[in-house]
């Protein structure tokens, strides 16, 4: 009896080389774009408004899951804002890409009554969490740029 043919494409094994510690090793991710939750927020929904303009919209149930994840979790639902925090990031040159979008989700854990659980209000909390930034960037710059970016979160949202 012949094999059956396979239902899926074959992966490739991961290599085990990723991780996210002080020595930051994202292998064939390592200078890849990210995006942060709001900003992945915000595409997703351009994607769909415009797939509901041209009448091809399939709402998966994990598409709706994805959405409702972002809604709660993204930080930042303006694009202004996104753009703002963006802004303030890029000018950090030491930062990789992986540790600027990591920055916005533990920025977003710090409003526990907007359903966040971890409270990351220090550059030291900032470093255990995201350990690459250790030799990165110093405490006072890392607070400052907490402090920058938790202030328009503040004043806007």
Not at 44 to 72: G, S, W
Not at 84 to 91: F, H, I, K, N, P
Not at 101 to 113: A, E, H, V
Request: aromatic share 4%; charged share 35%.
């Amino acid at each position: 009896m012949a094999a059956a043919a396979p239902t899926s494409r074959s992966r490739e094994q991961p290599t085990g080389d990723e991780e996210a510690t002080s020595d930051l090793k994202l292998g064939e991710f390592q200078n890849v774009p990210t995006l942060t939750l709001s900003e992945a927020r915000v595409l997703i929904n351009a994607v769909m408004d415009r797939r509901k303009q041209q009448r091809k919209v399939e709402e998966t149930e994990t598409l709706v899951k994805t959405l409702d994840y972002l809604d709660v979790f993204a930080r930042f639902k303006q694009k202004e804002n996104i753009e703002a925090v963006e802004r303030m990031l890029v000018g950090h040159d030491e930062l990789e890409l992986f540790e600027r979008s990591q920055l916005d989700m533990i920025l977003r854990l710090t409003f526990p009554d907007d359903g966040g659980s971890l409270c990351c209000e220090t550059s030291e909390e900032a470093k255990t969490l995201i350990p690459s930034l250790a030799n990165k960037i110093s405490d006072i710059d890392l607070q400052e740029l907490l402090d920058e970016i938790s202030k328009l979160r503040n004043f806007t949202e």
